[in-house]
């Protein structure tokens, strides 16, 4: 898109140029008009020929975006549930929801037993136990608090991906990964993230570790804080540098709300004059740290 703005402008100015160089210098109000109206006219065509992109807001790799509002700086705890229809995009190429699945789609043939998590966190070991991330990320908008019953489907992860909303307003932003098993929440001192970043605005993510108990009524949460992301590099042209590698740590209170937790959540913070677009940043895996280490 710059690429393509920078080129017509630079056409429009050389065309303009060649049909009378001179009319910059001349006392002759009919050459300094028809000049003018020439180059209002460039630049309308111009803006007239653009506006299309501006208002669908393509991603990378012809995924469409959507609308939202600002969901991204509040919590899903704090407002009621509600969902949008499903047509109500605000745009034939938008989606009201977006399910980002794992590039690769892996079948496990025996499922964890549920001892083994217990195992790698016992006194006795004292190993962090590593949790690569193969859970889904979710993307929708206000005034939804959580997904849409039928969202859009994709593959791949968001440090490859560019998603944004097709209105200029805020998405939500969550990563979802279900262990299985139940942990201990006392077992563990810190919880590591690590992450890919890709993201072109420095200071404007941060990431909110929570865990939850699905097993309970109402699968009660409690959040371990939030942490900034720091290895953000500003934008420049034609960056085609490899994403950023970073760790992110969340340490766990001695007492907490829950006892055990089986699901990990990941919340994307924006800042609200970013928050248009979505982070372009992955969850490579977890480590749970013990106490003792």
């Known amino acids: 898109m710059f690429a ?6 630079v056409g429009c100015i050389v065309w303009i140029w060649s049909l ?4 910059l210098f001349t006392a002759d109000s009919d050459s300094r008009s028809g000049a003018r109206l020439a180059f209002t006219l460039a630049v309308a065509l111009t803006a007239i020929g653009l506006l299309p992109y501006v208002s669908r807001g393509y991603g990378a790799g012809g995924y469409a975006t959507y609308p939202g509002t600002d969901a991204a700086q509040q919590s899903r705890s704090q ?19 977006i399910v980002v699945l794992p590039r690769t789609q892996v079948t496990k043939l025996v499922a964890p037993p549920p001892v083994a998590l217990g195992e790698s966190l016992s006194p006795q070991t004292r190993k962090p136990l590593v949790i690569p991330f193969d859970g ?19 593959r791949g992860s968001p440090e490859d991906l560019d998603m944004r909303s097709t209105d200029w307003h805020a998405l939500s932003m969550e990563a979802h990964q279900n262990l299985g098993a139940f942990v201990d929440l006392g077992c563990c001192r810190r919880i590591q993230v690590a992450i890919r970043n890709a993201d072109h ?12 108990n699905t097993s309970l009524p109402g699968k009660p949460s409690q959040s371990l804080g939030t942490d900034i992301v720091q290895s953000t590099r500003p934008w420049k042209f034609q960056d085609d540098r490899p994403p950023t590698n970073e760790v992110l740590q969340f340490d766990i209170p001695v007492q907490g709300k829950l006892q055990r937790f089986d699901e990990l959540t990941v919340i994307f913070r924006m ?5 248009f677009s979505a982070a372009r940043v992955g ?8 106490r003792g280490l």
């Open 4 to 9: 393509g703005t920078l080129l017509v402008a």
């Open 79 to 97: 407002r009621e549930p509600r969902q949008s229809k499903p047509e109500d995009t605000g745009s034939p190429d938008a989606y009201s929801g």
């Open 136 to 154: 889904v990320y979710w993307l929708f908008r206000a005034p939804d608090t959580r997904m849409p019953k039928q969202p859009h489907k994709i």
């Open 201 to 212: 605005y420095p200071g404007t993510v941060s990431l909110e570790l929570i865990v939850s």
């Open 283 to 290: 969850i490579e895996r977890f480590v749970l740290v013990p």
């Open 20 to 23: 009378n160089h001179e009319w």
């Open 271 to 275: 800042t609200p004059h970013r928050s």
